[in-house]
Structures are given as structure tokens and as C-alpha cells.
């Protein structure tokens, strides 16, 4: 387990090292630039050269891109070009409401799409399966903007229900939840309803039929603990997804997570709140995966961390 868990970091550093040197490289290729932004319309040239000068802008790409490595082994991300504070206080702001979205998002998809594809495998063939993987089709084909705006004018200005906007209640929490976890409720019912059958074809299943033991036994016990296992990987992957931030959905609900603070960021070429929010983002994906692996031995034990 340690020599697996030393392996995993090591390549885990890797990656985020790998990450950050793409994305610094495709920031100091862009046409645009964010002294301009910093320094107004109205700004001389000499004043424009005195700011690139003090953020380091005028330096070559080898010598940002180090300081920057150099300031992230301190766990220092830099300071706001605009908004003259610390990346880290900035994202340590906004990442309360995205990790709140996010878990709302996660069990939402997970109640839905694992139920649908349940659901969908033991009616296999029949209306309700076909009924139930159009509607997974339709849930993932639908854009998230148009589900959003949907589920406000239903059950925000008709129904009441819940508040249009906003962030503080359990109520302000629903609406982007389920907006997010329809998207992802599409895929996890056609992963688990392909899953599933393929276990209930297996030996195992039939002996244990055989045996005379209960259909919620069979089902609950030996089949959805192997069938579930594709679903915990895709899982790792949405921890990243949802830590991202999906600006659309943000944006549509105001819901303040770094998804907005990325795109606040892009519009004024912060360079340094999108780096840290990329690698923050990087970060989650990458310890979404290896917690993956990590809880399938103890779901299925015939799994080995090798």
C-alpha cells in the first residue's frame, strides 16, 4: 500500500507539473494582454512598460514560469493582477459554495442515474427500459443552460418553490443540484444499467439463484456491489469536473464558486486567479481518481492496488 501510494504521488506531481507548464505556456502565447487591462485604455506607453516591469511580464518564459514553480512549492499562487489580493485567499473564499455544489451535484446524479439504470437493467427490453434510456439521452444531450433556466421558470416563477438565485440555504442549493446532476444522472444510468446486466449474467448470480436466496439479496448484496464499480471511477472524475466550477450553471443560478471566478479571471486575463484555479481543479481530479482506486478493494476485495 505505501509503495503504491508513493508511485501514485509521485506520478500525481508529475501530471500537475505537466498541467501547469501547458497552461502557463497557452497564457503567455495569448494575444491578449493583461498589462493593457491593468494600465486602462488611457495609460502611456511608458506607464505600460513600468507595470510590466514590476509584475515580472517582461521577463522570458523560463524565468516566469520558475518563479511561479518556485512561489507554488511555497504554496504561494501569486497575487490578483485586478483585484490585488492572493489567489489562495480568493479561491479559499469561493471554495465553500463549489464543494457544497459540488456534494449536492454528486448525490443528485448518483440517486437518479444509479436508480434509472437499476431500474432500466431488470426491465431490460421492455417500455420502461427503452422509456428510461431515452430519457438518460435527452438528460445528457440537453444544455445545462436551457435545464437551468427550465427548472427556474417551473418551480422558481410558477411554483414558488425555491428562490431564483442566490446562495446561503438549503433551498438556493436544489435547483443547480439537480441542474448538474441530471447531466451526469445520464451517464451513470447507461454505465449501470450496461454494468448490471453484465453481472447478472454471471455464474455467481445463477448459484446464488439457484441456492433459493431472496431477489433483494441476489440484487442488493451480490450484484450492485460488482456492478457499481465503473460508476466509482466516474465519480473521481466529476470531484474534478464539479471543483472547476461549471460556469454556466454558476452564472445562471449566481451561485459564487470558482467556475465564476475563472471566468471573471479569463475576461480581464487575471492570468494568475486562472492558474490557480486550473491547478486547483487539476488537483481534484487527480486525488478524485486515486480515492477511487483506493475505496475498490473495499467494495470488491478481489481488486489489488498493484
Known amino acids: 500500500m505505501i509503495a503504491y501510494l508513493a508511485r501514485r504521488l509521485i506520478q500525481s506531481a508529475l501530471i500537475l507539473l505537466g498541467v501547469s507548464l501547458i497552461t502557463f505556456a497557452l497564457l503567455y502565447l495569448l494575444p491578449a494582454d493583461p498589462v493593457r487591462q491593468i494600465a486602462g485604455r488611457s495609460a502611456t506607453a511608458q506607464t505600460v512598460e ?10 522570458p518564459f523560463l524565468v516566469q514560469y520558475g518563479r511561479y514553480l518556485l512561489g507554488l512549492v511555497q504554496l504561494d499562487f501569486g497575487r490578483s ?5 492572493e489567489v489562495s485567499e480568493l479561491i479559499a473564499a469561493r471554495l465553500p459554495a463549489t464543494l457544497l455544489l459540488m456534494l449536492g451535484a454528486i448525490v443528485c446524479e448518483l440517486v437518479l442515474g444509479l436508480t434509472m439504470g437499476l431500474v432500466a437493467a431488470l426491465k431490460r427490453g421492455t417500455g420502461t427500459d427503452q422509456a428510461l434510456m431515452v430519457g438518460s439521452f435527452i438528460g445528457v444531450s440537453a444544455p445545462q443552460f436551457v435545464v437551468g433556466l427550465l427548472l427556474l421558470y417551473v418551480f422558481a416563477v410558477r411554483l414558488d418553490w425555491f428562490p431564483i438565485g ?4 438549503f433551498s438556493h442549493l436544489v435547483l443547480p443540484s439537480v441542474t448538474l446532476g441530471i447531466l451526469g444522472a445520464g451517464w451513470y444510468s447507461r454505465m449501470m444499467r450496461s454494468s448490471m446486466i453484465d453481472v447478472l449474467r454471471q455464474d455467481y448470480i445463477r448459484t446464488a439463484r439457484a441456492k433459493g436466496l431472496a431477489r433483494y439479496t441476489v440484487l442488493f448484496r451480490h450484484a450492485l456491489p460488482n456492478a457499481i464499480l465503473p460508476v466509482i471511477a466516474m465519480i473521481g472524475i466529476d470531484i474534478g469536473l464539479f471543483m472547476s466550477g461549471i ?4 452564472s445562471v443560478f449566481g451561485w459564487p464558486g470558482i467556475g465564476q471566478l475563472a471566468w471573471q479571471a479569463i475576461q480581464r486575463v487575471d492570468i494568475p486567479i486562472i492558474m490557480g484555479v486550473t491547478l486547483v481543479s487539476a488537483c481534484a481530479i487527480v486525488l478524485g481518481n486515486l480515492l477511487a482506486d483506493l475505496v475498490s478493494p473495499f467494495i470488491d476485495p478481489r481488486i489489488k492496488l498493484q
Open 247 to 250: 460556469v454556466v450553471v454558476e
Open 166 to 169: 442566490g446562495y446561503g440555504t
Open 81 to 85: 493582477y485586478l483585484q490585488r489580493s
Open 50 to 59: 513600468n507595470i510590466r516591469r514590476e509584475l515580472g511580464l517582461d521577463q
